[in-house]
């Protein structure tokens, strides 16, 4: 009799674990059962079930009842509760906008679909939604609908309008600059370039170079008059604006003539640059002292000619 | 390898030898009034063996120049009319079958001439102006089996008409590049329409008389070939051809959409032969920078090719000249 009474303990809670395994439970519940017309509030459910049941839920489009909308569809939670069991959880955010009671009815999940269509169901409780208007003061003139009241502006929403505007602008303005250079066959990218010494302080720097190199001393005298020419070209041409060195000697001393120079200076420079011609096309070998001579009219003319508010920068 | 060439003996030699040239600008200036441009180019042509194409608008004295040259030089002269019914026979010659001796006997034509002016070339179909720019290419014609040299100097001055373009046959492209010059005559200034017009009204037909012998043009162009070209020269002329077939390599990308060819190798050679007779018109025994661009315009004209943007915008082969010139470095 004893060892009866434990068997049929033994099958009693077995029997009990089973039914549990088996257990789908299914609730619903609603944030407040009590808004204002237009509000929003979450209808949740929460699903237990074994993991290894199949659970269809409900197919919910977007209202629940004619009165009830959803408005937003939440993604499903699920939770590990251990001992085989799941738990499901989603979140509706409905809304009305009739005032009066409704009720959100209960839905039906269903589970066990078997092959010859029979099937298992567990259905939630059904919900109440108060849905209140607001109380109009009777005694007070009715006022017009206000417009829509405009959020203000950040500085990203502004920054997108102002952004594009600059962009576009500074396109164009390259646009016009890059044109310019490249009618003026000028490269367009030198405004990095490092700012070139004045007219003066190069041409001595580099008559100092060639007087150093000993040139016309070495039998170089092509070389020497080639260089000094180049050098005294370059010269003039930043000194005087006008482009010496795409100019033959008789045009430079033509344009020199024209700028406010001593005449005996532009006779100097002719004769200079004749015999440099002769040297560099007519393989004439002028004596010693007239290369030395024409290093020397070089040096003359840069300090003659160089402009006044040099020194007087270097004064300061 | 170094040059021997002494330049201050060249240069005496050359101050000797060109003193004809004055003669012959007195015996030009007789009948031509100004048009000074168009005789030193006349006289680059003949001392450089380099024909020369002339353009300017009737009445501009280009045939009377061309007359007046051969006439200063005691060499033989022809006159061709180009009209658009010449036949290449009329002009290089023919075969004519001689009933009395049973044969075949040449008749040379008028081509067989020291001085050809080729007038209005334009006005005749591509078959004459071929036979015309064969013999110039070659200094000899062909009829029937045998080949004929042309004399020595040999020399065509064709002129042609920028207006009355309706029913001309314009030169092709590669035949123009065989003229070494393309000279484009403008008109006189007042002052010279003043003494034209003095010298008309008087009924004065002022002849040049012959002051040189074709042997003379033959000894003077050895002397221009003496005439010394330094490499820095030679430098200059190529980068200045380079540039009208590169203009992006000079910075000159500006020019780049205006020009549809540059000029041929033939624009180098004929340069430096024109600037080394320009030099010695001037007296010098060698080439300078000056020459170069003196000559420069008269040699490319014609042989650069101008895109229809440039045509589009009235810029000229000139105006492409000029920015060459103004942007390749001188040596």
Known sequence: ?316 | MEETTDIRELNERIKSESSFVDLINMEMGKVIIGQKKMVESLMIGLLSDGHILLEGVPGLAKTLAINSLAGAIDAKFSRIQFTPDLLPADLIGTMIYSQKKEEFAVRKGPIFANFILADEINRSPAKVQSALLEAMQENQVTIGDTSYKLPSPFLVLATQNPIEQEGTYPLPEAQVDRFMLKVIVGYPSKEEEKLILRQQIKNEKPKTNAVLKPEDIVKARAVVNDVYLDEKIENYITDIVFASRFPDKYGLSNLAGYISYGASPRASIFMAKAARAYAFLKRRGYVIPEDVRAICADVMRHRVGLTYEAEAENITSVDVINEILNTVEVP
């Open chain 1, 1 to 316: 009799m004893k060892i009866a009474k434990i068997y049929l303990g033994i099958i009693f809670i077995l029997a009990c674990i089973s039914l549990e395994a088996q257990e789908v439970r299914i609730k619903a519940s609603i944030d407040t059962n009590r808004i204002l017309i237009g509000d929003q509030t979450n209808l949740n459910f929460e699903l237990i079930q074994p993991k290894s049941k199949t659970v269809i839920w409900p197919i919910f489009t977007d209202t629940i009842s004619s009165h009830i909308e959803i408005v937003q569809k939440g993604k499903l939670d699920t939770v590990d509760l251990g001992s085989g069991k799941i738990s499901i959880r989603a979140k509706y955010l409905i809304t009305s906008f009739d005032s009066g009671s409704f009720t959100i009815p209960a839905m039906e999940f269903i589970y066990d679909l078997k092959s010859d269509s029979t099937f298992s169901k567990s259905a939630t409780n059904s919900l109440l939604l108060n849905v209140n208007t607001l109380a109009v003061d009777t005694t007070k003139a009715f006022k017009d609908i206000k417009g829509i009241k405009g959020e203000p502006y950040t500085i990203w929403e502004i920054l997108r309008i102002v952004l594009p505007i600059i962009l576009i602008l500074g396109l164009i303005g390259f646009g016009i600059y890059a044109y310019r250079r490249y009618k003026a066959n000028k490269p367009i990218f030198n405004m990095f370039t490092k700012p070139l010494p004045s007219a003066d302080v190069e041409a001595i720097s580099s008559l100092n170079e060639l007087k150093d190199k000993n040139l016309w001393q070495n039998n170089a005298i092509k070389s020497y008059y080639s260089e000094l020419t180049n050098i005294m070209r370059r010269y003039i041409e930043r000194r005087y604006d006008f482009p010496a060195q795409e100019m033959v000697s008789s045009e430079i001393i033509g344009s020199l003539s024209n700028e406010d120079l001593s005449k005996d200076l532009v006779e100097k420079t002719e004769e200079i640059l004749q015999t440099s011609d002769l040297v560099k096309f007519a393989k004439y070998e002028p004596l010693g002292n007239v290369n030395d001579a024409a290093i020397k009219w070089a040096y003359n003319f840069v300090n003659s000619t160089k402009e006044i508010t040099q020194d007087k920068e270097a004064e300061k």
